[in-house]
């Protein structure tokens, strides 16, 4: 397998709930380990990236050394950053536009507010254009350094995959102008498998390895790149044998331990069962992360991953 971390951006996406923040924290600690500077980068103003690394949250400062507004280092050579769109629409406007008084009178007008915001897949470029300035050598803020990588914590699914079609399909909606050939500037880095790569989350479990396998094909049919990695995530430990198994079955009234032994053993047998199907189908390898047991995932726990991890990058 090629190796994700060499990319300029790795975009992590799959089912709500299946744990794509974790898996981008993850990433993102195991890229600042070699030597990148790495920055996560959440949508929609989501910090639970930066919480679990101690960050100071959404907003909270200006922004890093060496980083643009709202860029927080949270370890040594990790960032991060969350999307908000209208502050994209403002740098967009700035750097697009001939004068700095003429991009806030056009972002201040009540009618292109309006039509910003009912423009169908307009978040999602402005996300991906985040997203694609910050792997840019020449960043819009001024004094920002570029990032070796970029991790987008994408929306689910279905509102990820849109993400990675939206620059294509405004290029093709305008076909020409400024919004055309920025379009076209993204798709080409997105499409470019050399420079961006996909990461699907999926617990082991029949809806999200069915959303997993779903992701692979909307990806390659959207924008031709095949997704690079399957994270299988929560996997639970298989903890008896198939002699243990037939104790407990055998046991005709054991009490709450032995029926408590007995639905865990048929929830890890569950997981095992959807892995080999995933591992069956998926075109991309399968990596598997552990169910770790803690109340909320830290910075401890999400070092225990990313070195899980690094096995299969």
Partial sequence: MDDLLARDLVVVTGKGGVGKSTVAAALGLAAARRGRRTIVAEVARRDDVSR?????????????????PGEDELAPGLHHLSIDPEDALDEYLV???????????????????????????????LT?????????????????????????????TGHGVAVLAAPRTFAEIT???????????????????????????ARPEEMPVTEALALEQAVRATIGL????????????????????????????GGA????????????????????????????PVATLPLLPAPALGRDELERLATALEAAL
Avoid: C
Avoid at 52 to 68: N, S, Y
């Fill in 226 to 253: 095949d997704v690079g990695l399957v994270v299988a995530n929560a996997v639970l430990p298989q903890r008896f044998s198939a002699a243990d198994a037939a104790v407990l079955d055998a046991a005709a009234d």
């Fill in 175 to 201: 076909r020409v102008g400024r919004v055309a050939r920025q379009g076209r500037t993204i798709d080409a880095m997105l499409s470019d498998p050399a420079r961006t790569g996909v990461v699907a989350v």
């Fill in 52 to 68: 679990a690394l101690g960050g100071t949250g959404v907003h909270a400062r200006p922004g890093a050394a060496g980083g643009g």
């Fill in 95 to 125: 750097e697009q536009l001939p004068t700095r008084a003429l991009a806030d009178a056009l972002r201040g007008s009540r009618t292109f507010g309006l039509f910003a915001a009912a423009t169908p897949g307009m978040r999602e470029l």
């Fill in 257 to 284: 331990p032995v029926r408590a032994a007995r639905a865990a053993h048929a929830r890890a047998r569950a997981q095992r069962s959807q892995l080999r199907r995933l591992r069956r189908h998926a075109r991309a």
């Fill in 128 to 156: 991906v254009g985040k997203a694609w300035e910050l792997a840019q050598p020449a960043r819009r803020s001024p004094g920002a350094d570029p990032y070796d990588l970029v991790v987008l914590d994408a929306p689910a």
